[in-house]
């Protein structure tokens, strides 16, 4: 039986700027007002922000300002005390992950999440688990369908592989692989789930330079391939400002600043929060 969604088709607050070709489209991300409380704590309050359905954008701050409660609260891990969250236009209240998940939303974790036991191209297959079309009689008694969906999934998952350079790795198991390659194996993984939106929580950490520097490419090639949104949190701010078109600042919860990555790193605000404020003389 088919899924149904409430949809909540709102105006949009604040119009996409950062993409040409994305102007005038429902954004693939809408957050409004978005807010969480544990106990007496507001961790996120008052988050605003749209994202274009090809737009790559940046959510930065210092560490513990919220960044990856706000991931959670997106990919339904978290459910939100206030706002709301639209993907393409429908509300996601009350959502499960998984439900978010099937609407366009996937996600990589600051922690790697593989399975280590199974291969890369088992890995990337699991995240297929959607789009694989065979019926539960047809698999447990390995009928003909099931043989043709097997073949499908694994020629699509090697496609991906092979997308980011990591078809020679098919076969290794996922714990085995360096660290980088676990990283980008994460990213393929998500793909595999046909994303309208990826959201990477600090894809370049414990990268080398050279592994960052190809991680940028990768994210470029990542959007123009497959025509997707990406959102990302990372500290290595070279990368953030030569891949995003938009960044939002984020402190304490609360969205400090918006705008281009030029706006950004000029603004006093960003400045103080990550440096701190300047004693006067």
């Known amino acids: 039986m088919a899924e149904k969604y409430s949809r909540e088709m709102v105006e949009v607050i604040s119009k996409n700027l ?10 693939v991300l809408d957050v409004r007002n978005l807010g969480i ?3 007496g704590l507001t961790a996120v309050d008052g988050f605003n922000m749209t994202i274009g359905p090809t737009e790559i954008s940046g959510l930065i701050g210092p560490n513990g300002a919220g960044k990856t409660t706000i991931f959670n609260l ?3 891990v978290y459910q939100p005390t206030r706002g709301s969250i639209l993907v393409n236009g429908i509300n996601t209240k009350g959502m499960t992950t998984a439900k978010v998940n099937r609407l366009g939303v996937a996600r990589t974790f600051q922690n790697i999440r593989l399975f280590t036991d199974m291969t890369a191209l088992e890995n990337v297959k699991v995240g297929m688990h959607n789009s694989i079309k065979c019926g539960f009689i047809s698999s447990l008694l390995r009928l003909p369908p099931y043989f043709k969906a097997e073949k499908e999934a694994n020629k699509r998952a090697m496609e991906l592989l092979d997308f980011m350079g990591l078809a020679d790795v098919a076969d290794t198991k996922a ?10 194996l994460e990213i393929v993984r998500a793909l595999a789930t046909n994303p309208s939106i990826i959201l990477l929580d600090e894809p370049a950490a414990g990268m080398n330079p ?7 490419h990768q994210i470029r090639r990542i959007r123009d391939t497959f025509q997707i949104a990406i959102f990302l949190i990372e500290h290595d701010m070279n990368l953030v400002m030569n891949v995003c078109e938009g960044i939002v600042v984020v402190n304490y919860g609360r969205i400090i600043a918006k705008g281009t990555p030029e706006q950004i790193k000029n603004d006093p605000a960003v400045i103080e929060a990550y440096l701190g404020k300047k004693e006067e003389e």
């Open 74 to 76: 997106l990919t339904s």
């Open 37 to 39: 409380d544990f106990g």
């Open 18 to 27: 950062h993409r040409q070709q994305d102007l005038g489209k429902v954004p």
């Open 210 to 216: 050279t592994e960052t520097e190809e991680l940028m």
């Open 175 to 184: 714990g085995s692989l360096p660290y980088g390659v676990q990283r980008r």
